[in-house]
Nanobody, 124 residues
Framework: QVQLVESGGGLVQAGGSLRLSCAAS????????MGWFRQAPGKEREFVAS????????YSADSVKGRFTISRDNIKNTVYLQMNSLKPEDTAVYYC?????????????????WGQGTQVTVSS
């Protein structure tokens, strides 16, 4: 079992930046892929970005490419989401997820452990 705790959300003006962190515990962090997802009010949860077990491969949704960067620190058992050039449409609850047993993430079905989420609000 993996426990995930997100932090770093908040209120920011359009064009600003935030860095989300997700601390993991319970399993060997460096052995599995991690991801970030988000859910806006009235919308389905959507994929944002994911990263392979070693950090060697990353994947991002088209809507955030060039603005968001996912990274991980396998010593600190933490995954990050650096969000730049934020837009009001980025407003959502952001969830960290772990794909235990998976080194290179595929779809959302690979992610079986989820954090509680952190709110990101971007004002115009």
């Amino acid at each position: 079992q993996v426990q995930l705790v997100e932090s770093g959300g908040g209120l920011v003006q359009a064009g600003g930046s935030l860095r989300l962190s997700c601390a993991a515990s319970g399993r060997t962090f460096s052995s599995y892929a991690m991801g970030w997802f988000r859910q806006a009010p009235g919308k389905e949860r959507e994929f944002v970005a994911s990263i392979s077990w070693s950090g060697g491969r990353t994947y991002s949704a088209d809507s955030v490419k060039g603005r968001f960067t996912i990274s991980r620190d396998n010593i600190k058992n933490t995954v990050y989401l650096q969000m730049n050039s934020l837009k009001p449409e980025d407003t959502a609850v952001y969830y960290c997820a772990a794909a235990v047993g998976v080194r290179y993430p595929g779809g959302v079905q690979d992610f079986g452990s989820w954090g509680q989420g952190t709110q990101v609000t971007v004002s115009s």
